[in-house]
């Protein structure tokens, strides 16, 4: 075709806007958040090199590492109980809603990606009413089921796996439609040719359609890591910015706003540096875990 | 292809304008209005009744109240300010969390407002003053901490109000072992079991505001015998509370105990407000201490209006301000305060009010301290905190709560 | 024969499965919607069953209480706001990329998806300091540049996958014609990727609706708050009043839900458009 249209003049125009705005609200305080980190002080005006300062403190300083590694550690506990809850079930949930013969299934799918419309704080608000012994309770008791009558959000043993579980009920309906929608691509010869053979459904599945929705399996692992890194609102909504009890529903998400964003609960005056330290090491974290996976589980990539 | 780059220079446009838009409105000229910051959602109704009251003395001037979420009320704030958006005028915590805000650059000096230094008593003013005596609000109100009890339950079940700590761990016995829950009190939102419990009966264990000075030196250590003491009374008390006290939140308490399924309640005399219209007759009593203390009672310097440094209407903000620190001001304040909310200029003021009085009456004869670790410690409320919460789980002793905390002082 | 009695069994067993997480659902669902037509005290009543005495002065005292419509039209404003942009922006740019070969082409093309994976939130300390050199702080303008960047990498990934998707025989005859790009751009691709478009703005539509986070950090004036932090602070006024929160919280749920319902599958495709290739 033409040349003169292959040229970037030609197109800067359409690209500017979108280049503009990405830039300026997205790439650049990514990058430059990373800058910070190596920065104290809250406002441009006060803020002085320190060099590895703030990973110093976030390490170093006992009080601040004991409460890193806790939001680290909750995290990862955080990320794979939606990893075999969310998206154990979500395949369950897709294979079952893939299977020609059965009805209601545009009900069932319907049904299951209700509470994903709903916000993260809506969810969370409501299952720390339904879950509060005070209001639950008795009538717990009342139909002879007493052991639910339990501080569940209060006892350090079970809020992580609660507020984590409360979550994939709400996300549940990504998964499952995203392996729906894989499974629905695999093509019916194929499956028709293996059920010839004489192979049973759970061969199908492992042998057949689990190699050939890989490709999902890694951009779902991804998300959930992702947003998992992320998570604040759930446990804002259903704990506090602490994560109560005693820490146990800290989050890297919490821990970031306390330390970088409000400020610590009497006097809340944040602390820049140290916030953009814990995103730094978030934002390489991402970068190690994302780039990987990806690679081994998209071959051709982009186009 | 015109077409398009109109459209695109249209958005450009857009993105500078954006910003020159959002500058907000100016008021007319003769008209000044003024925003008040303030972290009591609870209490817009009084505060526009005061407010309307000062705009009979000053008729050009209109204040709006605009209060946050407590929690976020100092996040908040600090963002308002850092953006040139703050209050003209707002709440004011005492000690360090106000300190902050003042060194940062944010709240007026108000020294020199007319009447401040003259009217409050220098312990009234510490909470608000620097180490070199400037001032940075005007004191407005303190607040009380007591036990809220259900009378009704307390007479139908014979019971007199405990003048000892152990008499009040007796008659929690009695009350349960008659199917009541005696206290509402829970550990879910944290802060509270901490500001109204502990930090409320403290003084009973440890003394007043002379011997809180001994501690912040470093002369007391704060596992002392005085110190465990506290600890293994929450301990004590931590069977009474609701099952499933580790998850009641502070709304949780209220609602127990304004529903009768509590009987006793520990906590701040701001709340009084909410059982205004309760269905039974409740009364208060001071958390009493063990035998042979003395019974004292946490009376905490709480709310101070200050000003915005950067504010566009310093004269004006300025003139209320100096209004607060008169008589008629600050008797006009305290009439439109909400219960529970308790004046602190030195003329005297009568509340209406029946169990204001009683909190009142409550310090009578007392030695009254602010909240422990308000003046000089607080880097230790959160670890504070913590000991508490666990300590009543039973997840640590007493003597372990208490090493916890002295090992970071 | 039997192989379809083996089939029915085994629909059963799907059945039992999908219908109790049907359940546990719905559940939740019904129990918020109950109970916001209870009142204050009897709310601790029988939590799960329907009130004895239907109370709607809940509804009718939130709505009136003013704010909650202004909250209302605040995130209205700035969802749709963002989504026109998005959608503008990246069909642009899309159109560009899908169009224009070569090694830059590619390069920019990566420099976009990159932020599919990564989080903005952690960039939120420096994103605080340019909102608030713009002057666009505690305002709801803040919003939607922070919304447009979120949203632009996953529409130039649907819409360029989509356009590159289109006939080449289009172009080339539109070219003949001697159309200009912006004519092309608005006469030929515009109008044959409105499914695409479509996915794209229903994609954004939920994380933009529901974001708290920047909401929360960027934003402290009354009538400049979203429903989302709105909601938290109807939460702390009302707080002992659960009924009234749970007419809050089904009040800010059903714009959302609403649309779902009525286009569900379409929904479904959008959300899900981000990893799936077409």
Sequence with gaps: MQKKTNTLGSWLVYLLPALFIYTLFMAFPLIDSLRLSLYSGNVPQDRSFVGLGNFARLFGDERISVRYWGAFTNT??????????????????????????????????????????????????????????????????????????????????????????VSCWQWMGIPTMMFVAALRNISIELLEASRLEGASGLQTFLHIKLPLIKPVVGIIGVLTFVNNFNAFDIVFAMENVNGAPEYSTDLIGTLFYRYGIAGQHPIGIPDAGLGAAIATITFFLLLLVVVPTLRSTQRGGGE | MKRMNVVLCVLLLLCVLLPIAAQGTKVSVGEVTLTMGSWRTDDVVQMNRLLAEYKKVAPNVTIKFQPTNPPDYNATLRLQLDSNTGPDLMYARSYAAGEELFKAGYFADCTDIPGLMQNFTASNLAPWQMDDGKMFAVPFAA??????????????????????????????????????????????????????????????????????????????KLNDASFVAAYQAMADAAPYCPVGFESVTYNDSQVLFASQKAVMFVDGSWTAEVYKDAAFDWGLFAIPAPRGKKTAICFHPDMAITMNRATTHPDEARAFLAWLCTREGATMASENLPVGYFPMINFPITLTDVHANEFLALNSGKETDARFVWPALMDLYAPMNQAVIRVMKGQVTAKQAADSVAALF | MKRSLRRQRM?????????????????????????????????????????????????S???????????????????????????????????????????????????????????????????LEITRTLGLLNTIYSLPPIYIAMGLPVGIFILTTFIRQLPEELFEAALIDGATKGRIYSLVVLPLIRPAVASVAIYNLIPFWNDLWFPLIFINREDQKTLLLGVTRLFGQYQTDWSKVLAVLTLSAIPVLALYLAMSSQFIKGVTAGSVKG
């Design chain 3, 11 to 59: 629909h059963l067993a799907s059945h039992l499965i999908l219908i109790l997480w049907a359940l546990v659902v719905i559940f939740p669902i019904w129990t918020l919607v109950i109970n916001s037509f209870k009142s204050r005290l009897t709310i601790y009543e029988n939590p799960f069953w329907i009130p004895t005495v239907w109370n709607f002065s809940n509804y």
């Design chain 1, 76 to 165: 990862w506990i955080f990320f794979i109980i939606h990893m075999v809850v969310q998206n154990g079930l979500g395949i369950l949930f897709a294979v079952l809603l893939t299977a020609e013969t059965m009805r209601g299934r545009h009900l069932y799918q319907t049904i299951i990606f209700i509470p994903t419309t709903f916000a993260v704080l809506v969810t969370g608000y409501l299952w720390k009413l339904m879950l509060n012994p005070v209001w639950s309770g008795d009538f717990f008791v009342s139909i002879g089921l007493p052991f639910l009558k339990y501080p569940w959000l209060g006892d350090t043993k079970t809020a992580l796996p609660i507020v984590a579980l």
């Design chain 3, 61 to 127: 005292t939130v709505i009136s209480d003013g704010d909650f419509l202004t909250y209302f039209k605040n995130s209205l404003q700035v969802v749709v706001f963002s989504l026109l942009a998005v959608v503008l922006l990246a069909s642009l740019a899309s159109y560009a990329l899908a169009r224009w070969r070569g090694r830059l082409s590619a390069l920019i093309y990566y420099y976009f998806i990159a932020g599919m994976m990564l989080p903005i939130k952690i960039a939120s300390i420096r994103l």
């Design chain 2, 143 to 220: 607040v009380s901490h007591a036990v809220y009890y259900n009378k009704d339950i307390f007479r139908k079940e014979g019971l007199a109000i405990p003048q000892s700590w152990e008499d009040f761990l007796a008659v929690l016995r009695t009350l349960k072992s008659r199917g009541y829950t005696p206290l509402a009190n829970g550990l879910a939102d944290e802060w509270d079991i901490l500001e109204t419990f502990f930090l409320g009966m403290l003084p009973n264990f440890i003394g007043g505001a002379d011997q809180r000075v001994r501690y912040e030196s470093g002369e007391l």
